[in-house]
């Protein structure tokens, strides 16, 4: 035996038992039936969780769940598969909170579609990484047709490039990072702190708060994002925004971006893009539209105009899995000219050397603020090959109906009051306590039944700030949602709120 064959044969005698004991838990050619039979298990398992979920939530408390979690000893594993599902089912399953449900009124959380859950289950198995095209190949492919036909949506023309992301929050955080660098590459400016510090971003009271974070994170100053007025409807207002950007001008400020929001995530509002894109023109500002709620109308067959102006941005935020009911996370940047792109883009010899640009080969990690990155595009590719886009756009048509429907009864029912009516799917409102009572009373009264609400398992809803006031928040995404299962939401809320203002009644 050769001293080589030796080694090996003696590396595989020491190693080889703990190796294969192991081994049977990976996923490969030798393990199918085990990979087969274990998913199946898991699948049932949810299945038969979701067919006898009544209600979204079971209002388990922090304090009931954490023992039971903290206690688990995760050195000594569990005999099998169904010992772990059972264990699952007690920490996580039968607590959890279900989107699906039509009662779930909360967050931008959606029900999703099937097409996308087997999208999911194909991705996670092969495992492919985006970031190079040795580690995807037709992920690569598939994730650059994606973006090529969400661009085409937005109205942009072929040097129009993006990248999938894992939010909205990066998403919006790239594309200002692009802003900052085109501002100063415009300016022929260093990225001296004197210049950074000169640096202004413009968005909407209503907007989102990653523009804040976004701004801390890019070491810009304090002061760096301007508030902008809203109307009635929460929409930026053109002449407000005109005159900050003359304040900055004569202050000596650079405008280095002003951020539109198609969807505010309270309001459902969307700003004027066109007079904004003008106004973006006039100033040199780059123009962000984030659009991750709002992205749905990309694909509805009747409200599609309420983006009219978004094709005029540099940039675009979308969030499939909010308004495209994709499973988290599933987001992207959609940029007007791939050029800018390049702001993100750094070497490194085993990624991108320069010999795969003279060779063409694709390569995704030059675009992204990511390095490893998973192929969330399959989930939306698999959706449209399978239902198409006008069934996604149906399904977020449906939900702004609802809200409609939803404001109706919320305006003749005397018990609460409505900010305004939202053009997409949320709606801010708050319970009125008896005239003459105290302003603590009512927030008190709104505080209390949307705890009182979420403790009850029985619906969840928001709650947010309009001024100093304590507000309700429904947001709609699910189809299945019926007037009824809001009418009855309503009533909940209402005989909480109520018990709230008499048990303060009697005590004071």
């Not at 769940?65 to 264990?87: F, K, N, Q, V, Y």
């Not at 510090?197 to 994170?217: P, Q, T, W």
């Not at 694909?299 to 978004?310: P, Q």
């Amino acid at each position: 035996m050769s001293p080589q064959a030796s080694a090996v044969a003696t590396a595989r005698a020491i190693f080889s038992p703990t190796v294969d004991d192991a081994a049977r838990h990976l996923f490969n050619d030798r393990t199918l039936d085990r990979y087969r039979h274990t998913m199946a298990d898991g699948v049932e398992r949810i299945a038969d969780r979701i067919a006898r979920t009544d209600r979204p939530f079971t209002g388990v408390s922090p304090d009931d769940l954490t023992p039971g979690i903290s206690g688990i000893d995760l050195d000594r594993p569990l005999e099998d598969t169904a010992a772990a599902l059972d264990e699952l089912e007690d920490v996580y399953l039968r607590d959890a909170v279900y989107f699906h449900h039509p009662r779930y009124l909360a967050h931008l959380n959606c029900p999703v579609v099937i097409p996308a859950l087997l999208g999911e289950a194909v991705l996670t198995a092969v495992n492919s990484s985006l970031d190079t095209w040795d580690q995807s190949a037709g992920g690569t492919l598939i994730e650059r047709r994606l973006i090529d036909w969400t661009a085409g949506r937005i109205g942009f023309g072929t040097s129009a490039d993006g990248i999938f992301t894992s939010g909205g929050s990066q998403s919006n955080f790239q594309a200002l990072l692009l802003a900052r660098e085109e501002a100063l590459a415009k300016a022929a400016l260093g990225a001296s702190r004197d210049v950074m510090d000169r640096l202004r971003i413009f968005v909407s009271e209503a907007g989102h708060f990653s523009v804040r974070k976004s701004a801390k994170m890019l070491g810009l100053s304090p002061d760096a994002v301007v508030t902008v007025e809203t109307d009635a409807r929460k929409r930026m207002r053109p002449q407000a925004l005109a005159w900050e950007l003359e304040q900055c001008r004569w202050a000596g400020f650079i405008p280095m971006a002003i951020v539109a929001t198609a969807g505010t995530t309270d309001f459902g509002s969307i700003d004027p893009l066109p007079a904004i894109a003008r106004l973006c023109a006039d100033s040199g500002a780059w123009f962000h539209v984030d659009a991750a709620y709002g992205c749905g109308l990309l694909v509805s067959r009747s409200r599609r105009a309420l983006l009219n102006g978004i094709e005029r941005a540099d940039s675009v935020t979308v969030d499939f899995h909010k308004s495209f009911f994709q499973p988290v996370s599933s987001s992207a940047l959609v940029v007007r000219e791939r050029a800018t792109l390049s702001h993100a883009t750094y070497h490194a010899d085993y990624l991108n050397p320069a010999r795969m640009v003279e060779q063409r080969i694709p390569n995704q990690v030059d675009k992204s603020i990511q390095t490893t990155r998973r192929f969330d595009a399959l989930k939306l590719w698999m959706t449209l090959r399978i239902m198409g886009p006008d069934a996604v756009g149906d399904l977020f048509d449906e939900v702004i109906d609802r809200a409609a429907q939803a404001w109706v009864l919320l305006t003749v029912d005397p018990r609460f009051e409505v900010v305004t009516r939202s053009q997409l799917s949320t709606l801010v409102f708050r319970y009125l306590p008896p005239e003459g009572a105290t302003r603590d009373l009512a927030d008190g009264a709104n505080l209390y039944a949307r705890e009182a609400l979420a403790s009850s398992g029985a619906a969840l809803v928001a709650g947010t700030k309009v001024g100093d006031r304590h507000y309700l928040k429904f947001t709609l995404l699910n189809p299945e949602t019926t007037v009824d299962d809001i009418a009855h939401v309503l009533d909940l809320i209402a005989d909480h709120a109520a018990e709230y203002v008499e048990r303060r009644r009697r005590t004071s």
